[in-house]
Protein backbone atom coordinates (compact mmCIF):
# COMPACT_ATOMS: atom_id res chain seq x y z
CA UNK A 1 0.00 0.00 0.00
CA UNK A 2 0.93 3.70 -0.89
CA UNK A 3 3.11 4.98 2.05
CA UNK A 4 1.77 8.61 2.65
CA UNK A 5 3.50 10.06 5.93
CA UNK A 6 2.81 14.05 6.71
CA UNK A 7 3.89 16.61 9.42
CA UNK A 8 3.43 17.78 11.73
CA UNK A 9 -0.15 15.16 12.50
CA UNK A 10 -0.51 18.29 15.04
CA UNK A 11 -0.19 22.03 15.57
CA UNK A 12 -1.47 24.99 17.12
CA UNK A 13 -0.85 28.18 15.21
CA UNK A 14 -1.77 31.69 16.29
CA UNK A 15 -3.69 34.06 14.05
CA UNK A 16 -1.41 35.97 11.39
CA UNK A 17 1.41 33.21 12.02
CA UNK A 18 2.85 30.82 8.99
CA UNK A 19 2.50 27.79 8.97
CA UNK A 20 3.93 24.78 6.97
CA UNK A 21 2.42 21.37 6.47
CA UNK A 22 4.90 18.55 5.11
CA UNK A 23 4.06 15.50 3.06
CA UNK A 24 5.97 12.78 1.48
CA UNK A 25 5.90 9.69 -0.58
CA UNK A 26 7.89 6.81 -1.19
CA UNK A 27 5.50 5.55 -4.08
CA UNK A 28 6.58 7.33 -6.98
CA UNK A 29 3.52 8.90 -7.54
CA UNK A 30 3.14 11.59 -9.76
CA UNK A 31 0.18 13.16 -8.56
CA UNK A 32 -0.21 14.67 -4.89
CA UNK A 33 -2.79 17.10 -3.47
CA UNK A 34 -4.01 18.40 -0.09
CA UNK A 35 -7.33 18.60 0.93
CA UNK A 36 -9.12 19.83 3.69
CA UNK A 37 -11.94 18.69 6.08
CA UNK A 38 -14.31 20.45 8.08
CA UNK A 39 -17.18 19.20 9.24
CA UNK A 40 -20.19 20.05 6.87
CA UNK A 41 -17.75 20.54 4.19
CA UNK A 42 -16.51 17.09 3.15
CA UNK A 43 -13.19 16.80 1.27
CA UNK A 44 -12.04 19.68 -0.68
CA UNK A 45 -9.00 19.91 -2.96
CA UNK A 46 -6.40 22.76 -2.60
CA UNK A 47 -3.71 22.54 -4.37
CA UNK A 48 -2.35 19.88 -6.50
CA UNK A 49 0.79 18.63 -8.45
CA UNK A 50 1.21 16.70 -11.03
CA UNK A 51 5.34 16.79 -11.68
CA UNK A 52 8.01 18.48 -9.44
CA UNK A 53 8.81 22.34 -9.30
CA UNK A 54 4.92 22.97 -10.84
CA UNK A 55 1.97 23.14 -8.75
CA UNK A 56 -1.84 23.88 -9.72
CA UNK A 57 -4.62 25.49 -7.99
CA UNK A 58 -7.86 23.28 -6.31
CA UNK A 59 -11.09 24.47 -5.57
CA UNK A 60 -10.34 26.41 -2.58
CA UNK A 61 -7.13 27.67 -2.80
CA UNK A 62 -7.15 31.35 -1.03
CA UNK A 63 -4.90 31.58 1.54
CA UNK A 64 -2.82 28.96 0.78
CA UNK A 65 0.40 28.26 -1.24
CA UNK A 66 2.07 25.07 -2.33
CA UNK A 67 5.30 23.65 -3.35
CA UNK A 68 6.56 21.00 -4.74
CA UNK A 69 10.42 20.77 -4.60
CA UNK A 70 10.40 16.90 -5.55
CA UNK A 71 8.35 13.89 -6.45
CA UNK A 72 8.38 12.80 -2.97
CA UNK A 73 7.54 16.16 -1.40
CA UNK A 74 4.40 18.24 -1.41
CA UNK A 75 4.30 21.29 1.00
CA UNK A 76 1.10 23.18 1.94
CA UNK A 77 2.09 26.89 3.39
CA UNK A 78 -0.30 29.24 5.08
CA UNK A 79 1.49 32.47 4.98
CA UNK A 80 -0.73 34.05 7.38
CA UNK A 81 -2.69 31.56 9.13
CA UNK A 82 -6.46 32.74 10.06
CA UNK A 83 -9.18 31.52 12.72
CA UNK A 84 -10.93 30.27 9.27
CA UNK A 85 -8.17 27.43 8.38
CA UNK A 86 -9.05 25.56 11.20
CA UNK A 87 -8.78 22.39 10.15
CA UNK A 88 -7.49 18.78 9.10
CA UNK A 89 -5.57 18.53 6.58
CA UNK A 90 -5.06 15.89 4.48
CA UNK A 91 -2.12 14.80 1.83
CA UNK A 92 -2.79 12.00 -0.83
CA UNK A 93 -1.27 10.84 -4.22
CA UNK A 94 -1.93 8.79 -6.90
CA UNK A 95 -0.33 7.22 -10.19
CA UNK A 96 -1.11 9.09 -13.32
CA UNK A 97 -3.51 7.60 -15.51
CA UNK A 98 -6.74 5.82 -15.57
CA UNK A 99 -8.18 5.38 -11.71
CA UNK A 100 -7.08 7.54 -9.82
CA UNK A 101 -7.15 6.00 -6.95
CA UNK A 102 -6.25 8.00 -4.28
CA UNK A 103 -3.95 7.04 -1.09
CA UNK A 104 -4.22 9.77 1.83
CA UNK A 105 -1.97 10.65 4.47
CA UNK A 106 -2.68 10.26 8.23
CA UNK A 107 -3.93 13.83 8.07
CA UNK A 108 -2.80 16.97 9.89
CA UNK A 109 -5.09 18.85 12.52
CA UNK A 110 -4.03 22.15 12.57
CA UNK A 111 -6.12 24.82 15.31
CA UNK A 112 -5.81 27.96 14.55
CA UNK A 113 -6.03 30.66 17.65
CA UNK B 1 -18.94 24.54 -10.29
CA UNK B 2 -19.04 20.95 -10.09
CA UNK B 3 -20.91 19.27 -7.49
CA UNK B 4 -21.58 16.03 -6.06
CA UNK B 5 -24.72 15.47 -4.04
CA UNK B 6 -24.53 12.88 -1.44
CA UNK B 7 -27.58 11.81 0.69
CA UNK B 8 -28.10 10.66 3.74
CA UNK B 9 -25.51 12.77 6.06
CA UNK B 10 -26.42 10.16 8.61
CA UNK B 11 -27.76 6.68 8.67
CA UNK B 12 -28.96 4.46 11.15
CA UNK B 13 -29.40 1.03 10.51
CA UNK B 14 -29.56 -2.51 12.67
CA UNK B 15 -26.70 -5.09 12.42
CA UNK B 16 -27.45 -7.17 9.84
CA UNK B 17 -29.20 -5.05 7.50
CA UNK B 18 -28.47 -3.63 4.84
CA UNK B 19 -27.59 0.09 4.18
CA UNK B 20 -27.62 2.43 0.92
CA UNK B 21 -26.06 5.97 0.04
CA UNK B 22 -26.93 7.63 -2.99
CA UNK B 23 -24.91 10.15 -4.83
CA UNK B 24 -26.29 12.36 -7.86
CA UNK B 25 -23.22 14.25 -10.21
CA UNK B 26 -23.40 17.53 -12.15
CA UNK B 27 -21.71 16.83 -15.50
CA UNK B 28 -22.63 14.12 -17.81
CA UNK B 29 -18.83 13.51 -18.53
CA UNK B 30 -17.98 11.89 -15.32
CA UNK B 31 -16.40 8.55 -16.00
CA UNK B 32 -15.28 7.39 -12.63
CA UNK B 33 -16.64 6.65 -9.20
CA UNK B 34 -15.09 6.34 -6.35
CA UNK B 35 -16.26 5.35 -2.87
CA UNK B 36 -14.10 5.82 0.17
CA UNK B 37 -14.06 4.68 4.08
CA UNK B 38 -12.85 6.85 6.91
CA UNK B 39 -13.12 5.36 10.05
CA UNK B 40 -13.02 7.89 13.43
CA UNK B 41 -9.74 9.63 13.69
CA UNK B 42 -8.18 8.38 9.98
CA UNK B 43 -7.56 8.68 7.14
CA UNK B 44 -10.10 8.03 3.91
CA UNK B 45 -9.50 4.55 2.21
CA UNK B 46 -10.68 3.59 -1.49
CA UNK B 47 -13.29 0.97 -0.62
CA UNK B 48 -14.96 0.29 -4.21
CA UNK B 49 -14.92 2.34 -7.52
CA UNK B 50 -16.82 2.13 -10.58
CA UNK B 51 -16.43 3.39 -14.30
CA UNK B 52 -18.78 4.49 -16.84
CA UNK B 53 -18.73 1.47 -19.26
CA UNK B 54 -20.50 -0.31 -16.06
CA UNK B 55 -23.33 -0.19 -14.42
CA UNK B 56 -23.35 -2.64 -11.45
CA UNK B 57 -19.90 -3.94 -9.13
CA UNK B 58 -19.90 -6.12 -6.80
CA UNK B 59 -17.08 -7.00 -4.06
CA UNK B 60 -17.07 -8.61 -0.48
CA UNK B 61 -20.23 -7.42 0.84
CA UNK B 62 -20.19 -4.27 -1.32
CA UNK B 63 -22.36 -3.34 -4.01
CA UNK B 64 -22.03 0.27 -6.25
CA UNK B 65 -24.85 0.96 -8.58
CA UNK B 66 -24.65 3.42 -11.55
CA UNK B 67 -27.14 5.34 -13.63
CA UNK B 68 -25.23 7.33 -16.64
CA UNK B 69 -29.19 8.42 -17.64
CA UNK B 70 -30.12 10.17 -14.34
CA UNK B 71 -26.45 10.94 -13.22
CA UNK B 72 -26.78 8.91 -10.01
CA UNK B 73 -24.29 6.10 -8.07
CA UNK B 74 -25.33 4.27 -5.13
CA UNK B 75 -23.26 2.20 -2.39
CA UNK B 76 -25.26 -0.47 -0.73
CA UNK B 77 -24.30 -2.38 1.85
CA UNK B 78 -24.96 -5.79 2.72
CA UNK B 79 -25.58 -7.54 6.36
CA UNK B 80 -23.85 -4.82 8.07
CA UNK B 81 -21.45 -5.23 10.91
CA UNK B 82 -20.21 -3.03 13.71
CA UNK B 83 -17.24 -2.44 11.87
CA UNK B 84 -18.71 -0.67 9.02
CA UNK B 85 -19.61 2.40 11.15
CA UNK B 86 -17.68 5.10 9.18
CA UNK B 87 -17.92 8.32 7.32
CA UNK B 88 -18.27 7.17 3.59
CA UNK B 89 -17.73 9.72 0.80
CA UNK B 90 -18.27 9.29 -2.92
CA UNK B 91 -16.82 10.97 -5.52
CA UNK B 92 -16.86 11.77 -9.50
CA UNK B 93 -13.69 12.22 -11.92
CA UNK B 94 -14.31 16.37 -13.26
CA UNK B 95 -13.51 15.32 -17.45
CA UNK B 96 -9.88 15.18 -18.15
CA UNK B 97 -8.36 18.69 -19.50
CA UNK B 98 -4.85 18.29 -19.53
CA UNK B 99 -2.86 17.13 -16.45
CA UNK B 100 -5.74 17.59 -14.64
CA UNK B 101 -7.18 14.84 -12.43
CA UNK B 102 -9.44 16.55 -9.82
CA UNK B 103 -12.27 13.91 -7.67
CA UNK B 104 -14.75 15.69 -6.98
CA UNK B 105 -16.55 14.56 -3.25
CA UNK B 106 -19.56 14.36 -1.71
CA UNK B 107 -20.28 15.57 1.56
CA UNK B 108 -20.23 12.48 3.28
CA UNK B 109 -22.60 9.81 4.86
CA UNK B 110 -21.88 8.75 8.69
CA UNK B 111 -23.05 5.69 8.95
CA UNK B 112 -23.89 3.66 12.66
CA UNK B 113 -24.51 0.37 12.58
CA UNK B 114 -26.52 -0.64 15.59
CA UNK B 115 -25.82 -4.03 17.59
Known amino acids: EAAVTQSPRSKVAVTGGKVTLSCHQTNNHDYMYWYRQDTGHGLRLIHY???????EKGDIPDGYKASRPSQENFSLILELASLSQTAVYFCASSVTGSGNTLYFGEGSRLIVV | GEQVEQLPSILRVQEGSSASINCTYE??????FPWYKQEPGENPKLIIDIRSNMERKQTQGLIVLLDKKAKRFSLHITDTQPGDSAMYFCAARAPLTGNTRKLIFGLGTTLQVQP
Open chain 2, 27 to 32: NSASNY
Open chain 1, 49 to 55: SYVADST
